[in-house]
């Protein structure tokens, strides 16, 4: 009877007899999303990846881009993810909530990373996923070494409390509540989108860039292409800037974990430098 079956229930019925992992074995993961992959490719022993989200191969977003080409890089069904052996999935709580559920209900443990604009989140993540695959010690490595990167870079503090303004090629910005916006604190700068009235992810108003211009512009994703003409009016006209820009790699601090350490120091010696040329 079962031959009658369309082929995708076929397969996920099949794997309702799957057994799972051995307690004692590592489990095998898949990554849904370019912030899973940065964990997972720092904190997985390499024969534990199954794949990797569809943004893993792009050298504008991934940091990871060179370890990443060793893993296929794309979205895959609940059905290729159990065919491949998965034992986990990491994805966050916004992208792929369906396979997600598909596949805890076939016994496939999901981890969810949730949206981090402090340093506590940031660890909280890092010891989630490392428990998850099995590498507790890894995890606190990491942590340490991100803290003490954090605390270098806020001792610092080379921004000496001038005024700045974080742009993206939108038109986008980031003020208080977000980890750009944490960053950017972190380095001693007076984030102008506070001056602006502004709060969280939002964007920068043309009108007062033009009265109340910052003392420094932070470009990111200034190289990246993919986007449309609406998303590209940060590039020129009243978000031009006659004064020093200063550029993070968007891939540093696209997602909010254990990157975020080398996008403060890339500011940091960005700030440093300019000073030093003043």
């Known amino acids: 009877m079962l031959r009658h079956l ?66 296929p890089a794309q ?45 506590a989140g940031v660890e909280t993540m890092i010891r989630s996923a490392a428990e998850a695959l099995g590498h507790p010690q890894r995890g606190e490595t990491l942590i340490a070494e991100v803290r003490a990167r954090l605390a270098a870079v806020q001792r610092a503090a080379a921004g000496n409390g ?3 303004l974080y742009l993206r090629p939108d038109g986008g910005t980031a003020a208080g509540g977000t980890f750009v916006g944490w960053i950017m604190d972190l380095n001693g700068l007076d984030n102008q989108a506070r001056h602006y009235g502004l709060s969280g992810w939002t964007g920068v108003p043309a009108e007062a860039l033009i009265l ?15 986007f449309s003409l609406r998303g590209q009016r940060g590039r020129g006209g009243a978000y031009a800037f006659s004064g020093p820009v200063v550029t993070v790699p968007g891939a540093q601090w696209v997602c909010g ?22």
């Open 162 to 164: 001038q005024t700045a």
């Open 75 to 119: 979205t895959a069904g609940a059905e290729a993810y159990l065919a491949a052996g998965a034992d986990l999935m990491i994805t966050d709580a916004w992208t792929g909530q369906a396979t997600a559920g598909l596949l805890e209900r076939l016994g496939v443990r999901v981890l969810r990373l949730p949206l981090t604009n402090d340093q």
């Open 257 to 278: 974990n254990w990157g975020l350490a080398m996008a403060a120091e890339t500011l940091s010696q960005a700030l440093l430098t300019l000073r030093g040329r003043r």
């Open 6 to 71: 369309p082929g995708r229930v076929l397969a996920l019925t099949a794997c309702l007899a799957c057994t799972p992992a051995a307690a004692a074995d590592l489990p095998r993961v898949a990554s849904a999303t370019l912030c899973a992959d940065q964990l997972v490719l720092r904190l997985a022993d390499p024969g534990q990846i199954i794949s990797l989200s569809p943004q893993a191969h792009d050298p504008t977003l991934s940091l990871l881009v060179d370890a990443a080409r060793s893993y």
């Open 212 to 226: 109340d211009p910052p003392a420094v512009m932070i470009h990111s994703f200034f190289d990246r292409t993919a």
